[in-house]
Each structure stands twice: as C-alpha cells, then as structure tokens.
C-alpha cells in the first residue's frame, strides 16, 4: 500500500502535469489567432492597399483583428446601418413595410441600381420592403437615399449606433453626396431641383485636375466609415437579434443571404454551397464586403468583415484578396479544434 508521502508525491506530480497542460493549452488557444493574424497580414499585400479585418465567432466569442481600430471608408456596406435604423422604425410602428412610395425623377441616384431604368416610364410606385430589397440585394444607390431619408437621415442613424453602443461608424451623406464629393462636383442643388441630366453635365464641366484632385482626397476624408471593430459589431448584434424585433432581424438576414453583388469576394473561394450573409461596397480605391458566414458540421457562424483601402488595383484583384482573407478565416474557425 502506497505511504501518505507517497500519495502526496503522485498529486503532486499530477497537479503539476495538468497545470502544465493548463499552462500549454493557454498557449496554443493564444497563439493560434496570432497565426491568422499574420496571415491576414501576409494576404493583405494581394491587396494592393491597406486592408482592415474582423472575424468573430459568433457561438464561442472568440475574435480576430487586423487594424480593426483604423477608418475605412464603407462605401456601399453602409447600407447595413441605414437597413437597422429603418427597421427600427417599422419596429416602433413608425413605419410600415407596405407603405407605398411613389418615385420622382429627382429621386434617382447615380451610380449603382435599376431604378433609373424603371424611371423611363411615369408612376413608379414600390414598397418600403421593395426598396430595402433593392437596397441590399444589388445596391441600388436610388432606394438607398429613399431609405436613408425614410430612416431619419444620417443624424438619426448615429443617434441608432449610439444607443446601440456600435462606436466607431458613422454615416454622414446620401449615395448622391458621396458621390459627387468623389468625382469632385460640389454645387448640387436642392434635392427638388436635382435631376440625372444636371449631374451628368457638371461632371463634364470639371477638369481632370479636379477629378484626381477629388479622388486623391477621398481615402482621407473621414465621413461615411467604419472601423472592422464597429461592424463586426453591428453584425453580431443583427445576428443576436439584441438590437431589432425577431421578425426584422430575420427579414435582414433573409435579404443578405440573397445578395446578388459580391460573388467573387467573401464568397469567391469559399466551398460551393456556403451560405453567406452579406453586402458589398466598392468606390475608388475601396472594395468591400461584410457578413456573417455559416460553417458545416454545425461548426458555427463567423461575423467576417474584410475592408480595402487606398488601393491602386484593378477591382478584380482586390476580390481576390478579399476572397482569400475570408477562406484562411473559415479554415481556421472550421478546423481550430
């Protein structure tokens, strides 16, 4: 029969043992996302640019950074935000999805969208819920400004990501505004006095010393961004459904499952099948895409914001960089176990 030193010596030893895995599994668990952090980081030179990324597990909590406290400008995945405000509304019984909207001419935007073409023939009549459609589903720029306008404006949509504690993005002008302070044009008019035509001639009165001067200023300016942090966030909250009714926070996810844009980016090497909650964003040097990616084998869920800045790539290679960043953290919140 083993003596009592004994018996102490064995626990002893086995304290140790496990305390040392203890001590080797902390280790393991801490380095393991540094190892995706710098391959994020090694991925970002495909980018052609600087490249912002945040990836949150949604079941267990654990994240992922890579300059997730740095502006980037969210070009078109603002419409996200716009999308939570304006729900709130329907959810306060301030507005309802089958409010019929009746579009003016001086209602189109341009850039992204259908809308312009429906225009060609008079009284266009659509649904709140058929704007935000359109607004998340091919980033009509047009349904974006009605929407925007519908949820308060940029005002009250920061009002929303204050009360919601999403610190670090902030909306401050219409797709239109964005726009032209883009390519330069700085004297619209009134929203009623505006028209496609006016636009499109104001553009043509600028010099191209004006135009590279507008777009050279655009990675800088600090309206209209969003740190990865700030919308990782605002994900995670949507996908918890904490910030909207059940009913909205599904209709959400719904419309961003079916996102038409994008194909090529946090999707594009992803295995065939995946299912990816999302919107884009592109403008300038910019290219976007934000979402809430599902893994198999009930493995979970991966808030993935990838952003890129200040890149002078074609479009296409800044996808492809956002497609790799997406894979290396599906791999690893897939296989970490």
């Known amino acids: 029969m083993p003596s009592k030193w ?4 064995f626990w002893l030893v086995e304290l140790l043992i496990l305390g040392s895995a203890g001590v080797l599994l902390a280790q393991q668990t801490a380095e393991a996302p540094s190892k995706l ?30 300059n997730r406290d740095m502006k980037f400008p969210m070009a078109s995945t603002y419409k996200v935000p716009i999308a939570v405000q304006l729900l709130h509304r329907v959810d306060h019984g301030e507005l309802a999805l089958d409010s019929m909207i ?3 001419p001086h209602d189109l935007s341009p850039g992204s969208g259908t809308i312009s073409r429906l225009l060609d023939d008079p009284g266009v009549v659509l649904s709140v819920r058929n704007l935000l459609e359109l607004m998340l589903l091919i980033s009509d720029n047009s349904a974006t400004d009605l929407m925007l306008e519908l949820a308060g ?8 990501m204050a009360a919601i504690n999403v610190e670090g993005l902030h909306i401050d002008r219409s797709t239109l505004k964005l726009i032209a302070d883009y390519i330069g044009i700085r004297d619209l008019p009134a929203r009623e006095d505006y028209s496609q035509d006016m ?17 050279a200023g655009f990675d800088n300016d600090s309206r209209d961004t969003s740190t990865p942090k700030a919308m990782a966030n605002l994900l995670e909250k949507i996908w918890q459904k904490q910030i909207l009714t059940e009913e909205s926070s599904e209709l959400l996810m719904d419309i961003m499952r ?11 090497i992803l295995p065939p099948g995946t299912v990816v909650a999302h919107k884009t964003g592109t403008i300038g040097g910019t290219a976007n895409d934000v979402g ?11 808030v993935t914001v990838v952003f890129v800045k ?8 800044r996808e492809r960089a956002i497609a790799h960043v997406a894979r290396a953290v599906y791999d690893y919140f897939l296989f970490r176990k």
């Open 37 to 66: 952090a710098a391959e994020i980081a090694r991925l970002e030179q495909l980018s052609g640019g600087v490249i912002g990324v945040a990836a949150v597990h949604l079941e267990s909590g654990e994240r992922v950074y890579h």
């Open 258 to 268: 079916r996102c038409e844009t994008g194909e090529h980016r946090l999707k594009g």
């Open 6 to 9: 004994s018996k102490k010596m």
């Open 199 to 215: 636009f499109r001639e104001k553009y043509k009165a600028l010099s191209e010393a004006e135009r590279e001067q507008a777009e």
């Open 292 to 302: 809430v990616i599902e893994l198999p084998d009930d493995a979970g869920h991966v």
């Open 153 to 160: 404006g940029p005002a009250e949509v920061n009002k929303r």
């Open 310 to 317: 200040e890149s002078s790539l074609p479009v296409a290679d």
């Open 102 to 104: 009746v579009l003016e």
